[in-house]
């Protein structure tokens, strides 16, 4: 059994319910809540329809691209970097009136994309946060996001949807409320989402979180088969320094997975970014050399 942690409810499983926001478009935003617990859930954002639709498209990107493929287990895992500006139409199917609404809400100014997106197949990984304040990243953080004086100034902020149920499972997104406001990684309160299709999770990058593998998956016998586990993750913020700094590294990472040495705005993407009223943050960014390419797996 997880114990319940501050300010979000865990069910008889251990499974976290809370800092949910409502099904309506004008249900509002638990600001309170998401500074408390580091995420909030919008709830049914997309139809059932509209996610098998994705993942024909994401299993079409997985046989075209192969990703950065390698073995969990029996499984086959892959990630697709920088995939909006590999295919503009994962960021149209992302960037959705509620979810721009709400990301305009949680940071309170206009909204930038972090130039940042990559989709997951069968992906699992360690306890870890995505923010980069983490050796890899050293040359390019310049401002301590634990900081007093940076602290109402952080708004680095995730979006994830996973393209199946998770309500009557523990392998979708696990995470530690609250954990953005320390830099301890302890996990006193650890627990999973009871994600269901539809629903959209939107996260402070500071948040401790991993990704789980099912028992069922374990058990699969393809790399291209339906009952894969599948989601989308992109990055959006304020236009300020940590935004800047979380873009430029994040840039140099996907250069670095996808041994390109440039990072260019797909043109589809900068229009559908323009039309949906999303900023696009100005960076500068540095090559990478392809030799060290192997690194990568440090970095996710």
């Not at 809370?18 to 919008?42: C, Y």
């Not at 943050?281 to 192997?294: A, D, R, V």
């Amino acid at each position: 059994m997880v114990a319940e942690p501050a300010g979000a409810s865990v069910d008889r499983e251990g499974l976290l319910a809370g800092s949910v926001a409502g099904v309506g478009h004008n249900s509002g935003i638990d600001t309170e809540g998401f500074a408390r617990d580091g995420f909030t859930v919008l709830k049914g954002v997309f139809t059932p329809d509209e996610i098998d639709r994705m993942r024909l498209v994401f299993l079409q990107q997985f046989q075209t691209e192969g990703g950065f493929a390698g073995r969990i287990k029996t499984i086959r895992s892959a990630v697709i970097p920088d995939v909006f500006n590999r295919d503009p139409r994962i960021a149209a199917f992302v960037l959705q009136p509620r979810i721009l609404e709400a990301l305009n809400v949680l940071i309170g100014r206009p909204v930038h994309y972090l130039h940042h997106s990559d989709i997951h197949m069968n992906w699992s990984g360690g306890w870890h946060r995505d923010s980069i304040d983490k050796p890899s990243y050293y040359d390019f953080v310049k401002t301590d996001p634990w900081a007093e004086e940076n602290w109402a100034d952080y708004s680095v902020y995730k979006v994830a949807v996973y393209l199946q149920d998770h309500r009557f499972n523990t392998e979708g997104f696990n995470l530690v409320p609250g954990s953005h406001r320390i830099r301890s990684t302890e996990r006193p309160n650890e627990g999973a989402l009871r994600s269901a299709i539809g629903d959209v999770l939107i996260f402070d990058t500071r948040l401790v979180h991993r990704g789980v593998l099912s028992h069922e998956l374990e058990s699969s016998k393809s790399f291209i088969d339906g009952v894969n586990r599948m989601s989308i993750f992109s990055s959006y913020g304020a236009d300020n320094a940590m935004s800047r700094e979380f873009s430029e590294g994040t840039v140099w990472r996907q250069n670095m997975q996808r041994q390109q040495e440039e990072y260019v705005l797909n043109p589809g993407l900068k229009a559908i970014l323009e039309e949906r009223g999303v900023g696009i943050l100005p960076i500068e960014t540095k090559p990478f050399p392809k030799s060290t390419s192997s690194l990568y797996t440090t970095m996710m």
